[in-house]
């Protein structure tokens, strides 16, 4: 096997289990790997640390596959798969969904590799050289594992630049799903736009923090930001809200927003194309308000250097999202970047609850759905987070 030899002393965050080597601590490699192929990590001093896939373009030099020393195959997929779909039966309520993800990533011990089920049809997204390298054996495991119809490949994300990876999407395994796939989310219906739809199709991440919004709607005036498909606007609506309006700049998600309600016999929101950050200043020029307010804005901050950019523009959307509401009234706010931690996410909403001069507690923190595990040894994995929060003097 080939060999990437680290510099002395860089072999602490493996040993702690963190499955990345940053080309930054790498001395040497020894024999010749191509892209994705896998290498044998050793310290300094010739130890055994862990096997990885090597990616010679990024920063991510290479990504662990195992911390024993072992055959990377078929079989490793089929095993990792078996058990991460397996996983997923403990922490996932059967009658939930018919949708949900199956592998995600460095969390399920499966490095750039994302896999979402819409229920006969498995979208897989790989974004490292390794999981690009072992594709035609993913597929296959996913195919076996799953008893799915379909793989199909969405293999479309920007981070594949740094891996230096060409887009690609397309059929993998089984037969072309009849389009639109359809998917139910507590008792909602859902097109899913696998082709050409963000991520896998659909943002299942949000799954039960829509259902909370459910519970939060009803005789509300409510105000959905970035709607897309309408995950958050449709659970207002079936939880009653007095009115729903909803925003999103691509015209594409509207219209299957609208189809969505329509299929759920739902009436229609007030479906707005435009840019939340003008349409929430004309909202407040015109002295418009609202009950609920669900901000869930897209990746502001891909990665830190891009936090200081990415927290005024949150707290931007955030402090007018603060001023349009009534008395009482509860924003739903969300980040989905990695680049901004917990704890910077819920200071950036301090600081525009204080800027827009409402008193706001938090009631509830938000993460992503269960079947977004985030594996202890990897924080990087933790990248959607939440806050409810009640405006409103005490007494
Ligand atoms: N809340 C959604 C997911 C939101 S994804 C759900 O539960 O499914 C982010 C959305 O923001 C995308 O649909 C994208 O089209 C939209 N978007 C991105 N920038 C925008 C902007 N400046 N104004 C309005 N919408 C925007």
Redesign the pocket.
């Known amino acids: 096997m080939h060999k990437l030899i680290l510099k002395p002393g860089r072999e602490k965050s493996l040993k702690r289990k963190h499955p990345w080597v940053f080309s930054g601590a790498v001395a040497r490699v020894e024999g010749e790997p191509k892209e994705g192929e896998t290498v044998a990590v050793r310290s300094s001093d010739g130890e055994f640390l862990a096997v990885a896939a090597y990616s010679p373009n990024s920063q991510i030099r290479a990504r662990v596959w195992d911390w024993k020393e072992r055959t990377i195959d078929g079989a490793f997929f089929n095993e990792r798969i078996k058990r991460s779909v397996a996983q997923r039966r403990t922490v996932l309520d059967a009658n939930a969904s018919d949708a949900m993800r199956l592998v995600h990533g460095e969390s399920d011990g499966l490095p750039g590799i994302i896999a979402d089920r819409y229920g006969d049809t498995v979208v897989v997204q790989l974004t490292s050289a390794g999981a690009e390298r072992w594709k035609e054996e993913i597929a296959e495991a996913l195919l076996q594992v799953t008893g799915a119809a379909t793989v199909w490949e969405r293999s479309d994300a920007e981070v594949r630049h740094l891996e230096g990876l060409p887009p690609r999407t397309g059929l993998l395994r089984g037969t072309v799903p009849a389009a639109p796939l359809m998917v139910s989310e507590h008792g909602l219906r859902f097109e899913v736009g696998f082709e050409g739809g963000?991520k896998t199709g659909?943002?299942l991440d949000?799954r039960d923090n829509?259902l909370k919004v459910r519970a939060l709607s009803a005789g509300r005036d409510a105000l959905?930001?970035?709607?897309?498909?309408g995950?958050?606007a449709l659970n207002m609506l079936k939880g009653g809200a007095k009115s729903v309006t909803a925003?999103?700049?691509?015209a594409d998600?509207l219209a299957q927003a609208q189809r969505n309600a329509a299929l759920n016999q739902l009436p229609q929101a007030d479906w707005m194309e435009?840019?939340?950050?003008q349409s929430l200043r004309r909202f407040r020029d015109q002295g418009r308000s609202f009950d609920l307010i669900?901000l869930?804005?897209?990746k502001f901050a891909p990665t830190v250097s891009h936090v200081e950019k990415a927290a005024r523009a949150y707290k931007d959307i955030n402090l007018l999202g603060f001023k349009l509401l009534r008395p009482g009234g509860v924003l739903v706010t969300f980040s989905c970047s990695g680049g901004v931690s917990a704890d910077l996410f819920q200071k950036i909403i301090a600081g525009a609850a204080l800027d827009a001069g409402v008193d706001a507690r938090v009631t509830d923190w938000l993460h992503a759905a269960p079947d977004h595990p985030v594996a202890l040894n990897f924080p990087e994995g933790e990248y959607l987070k939440g806050l409810i929060c009640r405006v409103g003097a005490l007494g």
């Not at 959905?224 to 498909?229: A, E, G, I, K, R």
């Not at 925003?247 to 691509?250: R, V």
């Open positions: 963000h659909f943002y949000q829509r959905d930001c970035f709607c897309y498909s995950g958050f925003i999103d700049s691509s998600a435009g840019d939340v950050f669900v869930d804005p897209p």
